[in-house]
């Protein structure tokens, strides 16, 4: 959301237990799946210092909108292994653009944030929160100064995961969310929320904006402010900055307004870009939260606010857990998302996620025996071929035109929404 305008059948296997071959629960039947035609991205890399595995998927899909029917996806999404050519040392992030720039921003950060993170290798590598911070905003002070990208009031939200040997750092900028699967006794998958939505929900982000002199209201107040100023009636303001939750559930969520005007309306209280904006303090320093990899944690996925609009974060862990392909995780997830945006609405919002696999190293083969190589076959999928000696830059694929089919998932964008390296 930008401006205005279970059982599980994946799991850990450790050294010296009993590793267990689980079985696909794909619905072979279902419409949900059925509506995806655009192929998904299949990698796996290695974490040696840990003996780990890591097998992910990556889709995106354009979003389904009636009045724009060429609209680009304003998303975007990158899978970098072995940053610094260090194999213990691994970057996947979703972008989420915004306005009328918000592709241009998106694609920016999603190109620029690996280069500058890795331009102070040993800041990186000592302290990758630091990093972090440092790297968001670089990039968002370039992003201002790019004489061809407007991003006054344009901009991208980001979820960024730094895997680096046992630790994940998760950088989150805005309203996109990263989760995790974790294993439990009874074995059944909970979430564990890697991050947390920086939007005027919560109260210190609402009280740290405010303070920078946001108006927090939402679209419905704001006009009503308007229309009683026009009218001569005075609304108080701690009547109009009070957001009921029956407005939140009707779609009008709390927006971030200038003291005097009708705009930005930002949905969130953090971004990369956004320069207007930022006077109302919306930042681009992110939060970063470091979690130890254990041996529960089974999986971890980001993806944007398409997803996450109507599923619950409990709600995407669950529908991870039910597939052992990662591929078929996002298909499931960005179907059943595009069905209830469509079910509570006529449009659908972009929609792009990325699931990644833990797996113990030893039970799972050599890093050549999981290379792939992805083929284009007829129903426009990817045919997966073992290849030992495929390179990494092979792993990449992106959704393809289907332009065609009315309410297809299929994204039209002139180039790549995402990349994998």
Partial sequence: MGCVNGKCCLRRRYRGSHSQNPSSSRHANSSRCQIITDPTTLGST???????????????????????????NQDSFIITTELLSNPNLHLFGVFDGHGAFGTECARFVRDRLPEVLCSDSVTLIAD???????????????LHANPDIDDSMSGTTAIVVLVYGDMLYVANVGDSRAVAGVLSGDDSVKVEDLSSDQTPFREDEKERVQKCGARVLTAGQVEAAAAAAIDGTHIPETEATECTSSEADEGDPPRLWVRDGMYPGTAFTRSVGDLTAEGIGVVADPEVRAIRISPSHIFFALASDGVFEFLSSQGVVDMVSKFSDPREACTEIVSESYRLWLEHESRTDDITIIVVHIQDSSESGSLESHQVIQTKIKDERFAIQKHPEASSEMNS?????????????????PSPAGTVS
Avoid: I, W
Avoid at 130 to 138: G, R, S
Avoid at 403 to 409: A, M, Q, T, V, Y
């Fill in 46 to 72: 290695l974490v040696p210092s840990h003996g780990l595995l890591l097998q992910y998927s990556a889709l995106s899909h354009r979003g389904h909108y009636p009045d724009s029917p060429d609209r680009e």
């Fill in 128 to 142: 990758p929160a630091k990093a972090f911070h440092e790297a968001f905003l670089t990039v968002n002070s370039e």
């Fill in 397 to 413: 694929c992106f959704p393809l035109s289907d332009p065609g089919k009315e309410h297809s998932l299929s994204c039209v964008t």
